[in-house]
Nanobody
């Protein structure tokens, strides 16, 4: 049973940066595991942010964060990161890490993953 634990959230001023981490226990992020970051604000559905598809080395981003956020993975494939730069107040949300095996590329933005972390709050003040 894979467990995911996010960390790194906090309060930051607009234009600032944060780096989120998602650590896996009971497994790794090796192929064919897809690891994805979602975010959610109260009353809204979870929104796709970024994904590493089947540990392919290719990362996919939502248009709203492209050029500002960078996802990466450590060599041991037990932790993924989300470097968030040039943060905006609209980036304020709870950020979740999710993982799944065998997911096809066209489904990486759908929030029906098998494993989820508990979430970490990111608040960007204007």
């Amino acid at each position: 049973q894979v467990q995911l634990v996010e960390s790194g959230g906090g309060l930051v001023q607009a234009g600032g940066s944060l780096r989120l981490s998602c650590a896996a226990s009971g497994g790794t992020f090796s192929h064919p595991v897809t690891v994805t970051w979602f975010r959610q604000t109260p009353g809204k559905e979870r929104e796709f942010v970024a994904a590493s598809w089947r540990s392919s080395g290719t990362f996919y981003y939502a248009d709203s964060v492209k050029g500002r956020f960078t996802m990466s993975r450590d060599n041991a494939k037990t932790t993924v990161y989300l470097q968030m730069n040039s943060l905006k107040p609209e980036d304020t949300a709870t950020y979740y890490c999710a993982a799944d095996r065998g997911r096809i590329l066209s489904s990486i933005r759908t929030a029906n993953y098998a494993y989820w972390g508990q979430g970490t709050q990111v608040t960007v003040s204007s």
